[in-house]
């Protein structure tokens, strides 16, 4: 039997599932998981870098490892062809300098969102992981982009593979008990931190009170904190703040909110957004960093954050859609169709083969 390529895929951002990264994580795990028992690369080893919570789960052929209170100090052991750093975030490491280091990068938000010297020295930590790496990949294009931008590559290539988004449309659904019978409602999902800019939608809210506003996320931030203040003080009575949502309440406001709102300052790509676009809903998104190139032709976008302009958007937004119900909601399912888990991973296991020095399979008919 020929040897495999060995890869480790580090996956330490599970331990937090509240955030991005961390749904990512679980994804990517699950689907990379699939295709391994389904015998899709049987010329890998693959080995899961793993909180220790979340050894299970991710199928058989798939080896899980414990991530050790150690190893935020010392390299991780073994021998690995190819070490794929999911996010570009991890403090964990190779042991082995034989390992290709495939970086991962989502953003580079906290250029903008931290203080200069904060935001030099993580950069600089970023440019030393650049600087081991064999190969970089962005979660988009605006984020290769500002990689090219604010990195030294060297000559390294950075190549394009989107995040997977699940098709949230077929998903088991829960209706929240929160949720009043018999109003529409618009919704929002995200972790509440200054750069999802939620709180334009408290002023939108007053100018639309023919609609609740339902805005989920964790409140236990000092801006959900802020966000919850304002609603009691200003009274604004069609606006919900239910906090935390689960899995299933979140597919079911998805499935039947009249739309998505999704102000964002910074998302290096915007995985909620394609969410409520799989179930064919309109979004109404901010014009910032990657969510044009995400959102595509099924978006309505914020050109300003003035009420009465974001007002105007909405409502134009939502004629359109009643308009050509069919047209719209078609437009929106297959934007979120560039996006699937299946392909991503597919893809990365073509790098993962590349990269050890095996045959690479043939691609797809319809796939990038």
Not at 46 to 56: I, M, N, Q, S, W
Not at 149 to 157: D, F, I, N, S
Not at 259 to 273: D, H, I, Q, R
Not at 337 to 355: E, I, N, Q
């Amino acid at each position: 039997m020929p040897p495999k390529g060995r890869v480790l895929v580090d996956l330490g951002k599970l331990s937090n599932l509240e955030v991005g990264l961390g749904e990512v994580s679980r994804r990517f795990g699950e689907e990379l998981g699939r295709q391994l028992d389904a015998g899709a690369a049987a010329d890998l080893a693959v080995d899961l870098l793993v909180p220790p919570a979340f050894h299970r789960g991710f199928g058989r052929e798939a080896r899980t490892r414990k991530i050790q209170a150690h190893h935020r100090l010392l390299p991780v052991g073994g021998e690995y062809d190819i070490w794929h750093e999911l996010h570009q975030d991890s403090s964990l490491r190779p042991a082995s300098k034989r390992s290709r280091l495939l970086l991962t990068i989502h953003d580079l938000n906290f250029l903008y969102e931290k203080e200069p010297a904060k935001a030099r020295r993580r950069l600089q930590k970023i440019q030393e992981k650049v600087d081991r790496a064999t190969l970089v990949i962005a979660i988009s294009q605006f984020t290769a982009n500002e990689v090219r931008a604010h990195l030294h590559l060297k000559g390294r290539p950075v190549e394009v593979i989107p995040n997977g988004v699940p098709d949230v449309s077929s998903a088991p659904s829960l209706r929240p008990a929160f949720l009043p019978e018999g109003r529409p409602f618009l919704f929002t999902v995200c972790h509440l931190t200054a750069k999802k800019n939620v709180h334009v939608l408290l002023d939108l809210a007053r100018l639309v009170p023919d609609r609740l506003f339902v805005l989920a996320g964790d409140r236990d931030t000092p801006y959900g904190r802020m966000l919850a203040g304002r609603v009691e003080d200003e009274r604004i009575a069609n606006v919900l703040l239910p906090g935390k949502v689960s899995d299933e309440e979140k597919s079911w406001l998805h499935q039947n909110a009249e739309g998505f709102l999704f102000p964002s300052l910074f998302e290096g790509f915007g995985l909620p957004v394609v969410e409520a676009m799989s179930c064919g809903k309109p979004v109404f998104a901010s014009r910032c960093t990657a969510l044009p190139e995400v959102a595509g032709d099924g978006g309505f976008f914020f050109e300003t954050f003035d009420p009465a302009g974001m007002e105007r958007t909405l409502r134009e937004g939502l004629a359109a859609f009643r308009a050509d119900p069919d047209g719209c909601a078609g437009r929106a399912r297959r934007n979120a169709g560039r996006f699937r888990w299946d392909t991503t991973v597919r893809r990365y296991l073509d790098l993962y083969r590349r990269l050890a020095g095996l045959p690479v399979a043939i691609a797809r008919t319809g796939e990038a």
